[in-house]
């Protein structure tokens, strides 16, 4: 079955430097998706990705954040100068255009940890 | 804001017995609902989907849904201990024709043999 993969698994780097996380859809996928997971909280939504533009950010999807699709295959999400309340899980999901209302398939998540 | 709430728990039920999870979501719009499964450091996992109000069953699954009442349930029928995990009601919330997940908080559930 496809899979949603991301890379790395695990992440650490020093407050105010710039991470890039990196996430390869499942290929027939057009909707894209980042989610995070502080330790011991809710899975919250980020930010979505279709047609190659925002299509939804939430509070938490500041300047500090951007997302881009370089080619066919990979989704980034840049975090520009990281703060320790940027360790967190990271979860990138898709699913296709023809399926409205259906369920995201979650990658493996990176975990960063910011010290 | 749209929200959806679980009782965070811990849930603890014996071997074998039936563990109910529940959900109540705010969005009366809200068409499509699911249930994933996490285990502790990794990814949600889907579980169950729901759209109409009723039962679905999948193996020693199964979900509930009311829409008038706005509330999700998930059976889950002779626990197993590979059962014990967090598991996360979702619900496709669609904001300006913009569709996204919205996650409760997780209920963690722990089958004790």
């Known amino acids: 079955e496809p899979e949603v993969t991301q890379t790395p698994s695990h992440q650490v780097t020093q407050m105010g430097q710039e991470v890039i996380l990196r996430c390869v859809p499942i290929s027939n996928h057009l909707y894209f998706y980042w989610y995070r997971q502080i330790l011991g909280q809710k899975v919250e939504f980020l930010v979505s990705f279709y047609n190659n533009e925002i299509s939804e950010k939430s509070e938490i999807f500041d300047d500090q954040f951007s997302v881009e699709r370089p080619d066919g295959s990979n989704f980034t999400l840049k975090i520009r100068s990281t703060k320790l309340e940027d360790s967190a899980m990271y979860f990138c999901?898709?699913?296709?255009?023809?399926?409205?209302?259906?369920?995201?398939?979650f990658g493996n998540g990176t975990r960063l940890t910011v010290t | 804001q749209k929200e959806v709430e679980q009782n965070s728990g811990p849930l603890s039920v014996p071997e074998g017995a039936i563990a109910s999870l529940n959900c109540t979501y705010s969005d009366r719009g809200s068409q499509s609902f699911f249930w994933y499964r996490q285990y502790s450091g990794k990814s949600p996992e889907l579980i169950m989907s729901?759209?109409?109000?009723g039962d679905k069953e999948d193996g020693r699954f199964t979900a509930q849904l009311n829409k008038a009442s706005q509330y999700v349930s998930l059976l889950i029928r002779d626990s197993q201990p590979s059962d014990s995990a967090t598991y996360l009601c979702?619900?496709?919330?669609?904001?300006?024709?913009?569709?996204?997940?919205?996650f409760g908080t997780g209920t963690r559930l722990t089958i004790i043999p």
């Open positions: 729901i759209y109409s109000n």
């Open positions: 999901a898709s699913r296709g255009l023809w399926q409205k209302n259906s369920p995201l398939h």
């Open positions: 979702a619900v496709n919330v669609v904001n300006f024709g913009n569709e996204k997940l919205t």
